[in-house]
């Protein structure tokens, strides 16, 4: 009886470890993911990268007309924390599986709701969120390995771009940034009535980069530089005069600014605040 237990403790434990061991070689498709932080937003992309091999990828691996993952093994998965806008549709925060339909001079874009099919097997129209056209361009140099990264980036949006043989497809992300700043804005500087020389420059960067009311904006920056004058706070500080029309008052902060800079051993903000004094002669 003994030597029976002991027996089936002993295969038991060589199952486990022969289970346990498993042999390990590169993938014919490796798992990436990208992130971005698009305006405010943090986009991420987890998808596989399938590589051409000497094969002619789309219209006979990827065939036109049909479905396909958009990459290798499970579903391509984008994901957003915040509201985003693609194709003129506002899209909700979350994640979603990226699937397209290419054809030669045009291609179907979706966005599904379900994410957890392998590939394409089981997709039904039915969970789409989003679908839209995409024009496909041919690429100067042959792609080997699909790729998909973030390009022409903006204050509030970016392009996502697909890459693989000798065809790039890309769509434009937008992000909602104005309000979710100026609610900032109201929250901590005006109602919170902040006296915070960073807040203060923050709110006036903002005003005066996005062309808003400069009067206000030249309220805090002079809040800010009154509290504590640092070298970029007088260089801001200046070209709010300067865009007010107040040029003398422009190249004297912008004098103080390099006299700043200097002291901070940064030749950076010298050249620009020489560059803004230059202008305004």
Not at 62 to 83: H, I, K
Not at 127 to 135: E, G, P, T, W
Not at 191 to 213: F, H, Q, V
Request: hydrophobic share 40%; aromatic share 10%.
């Amino acid at each position: 009886m003994k030597q029976r237990i002991a027996f089936s403790l002993a295969f038991l434990l060589c199952s486990i470890v022969s289970f346990a061991q498993q042999i390990q070689m590169p993938q014919a498709s490796p798992s990436a993911k990208i992130a971005q932080k698009v305006g405010l937003t943090d986009v991420t992309v987890d998808y596989s990268r399938p590589s051409t091999k000497d094969r002619k990828i789309f219209g006979e691996l990827v065939p036109y007309g049909q479905v396909w993952r958009t990459g290798a093994n499970g579903a391509t998965v984008l994901s957003f924390s915040t509201d985003v806008i693609i194709d003129g549709k506002n899209i909700p925060a979350g994640q979603y599986a990226l699937y397209s339909i290419p054809g030669k001079s045009e291609w179907t874009m979706i966005l599904s709701k379900n994410i957890k099919l392998w590939g394409a097997i089981g997709y039904q129209q039915s969970d789409d969120i989003l679908r839209f056209k995409a024009q496909p361009a041919k690429l100067s140099k042959k792609n080997e390995t699909f790729e998909i990264s973030f390009a022409n980036m903006t204050d509030t949006g970016s392009d996502l771009s697909l890459k693989w043989e000798n065809t790039r497809v890309d769509f434009r992300i937008e992000t909602e940034v104005d309000p979710l700043v100026m609610a900032q804005i109201k929250e901590y500087v005006i109602d919170g009535d902040s006296t915070d020389p960073s807040l203060l420059y923050s709110a006036a960067s903002y005003y005066y980069t996005n062309e808003k009311d400069l009067n206000q904006a030249y309220d805090w920056i002079n809040e800010s530089v009154s509290a504590d004058p640092k070298y970029w706070t007088m260089h801001l500080k200046a070209k709010i005069e300067a865009a007010l029309g107040k040029k003398t008052e422009a190249v004297e902060t912008a004098t103080e600014a390099i006299d700043l800079a200097e002291e901070a051993g940064n030749p950076d903000y010298v050249g620009l605040n020489e560059r803004l004094i230059k202008s305004l002669k």
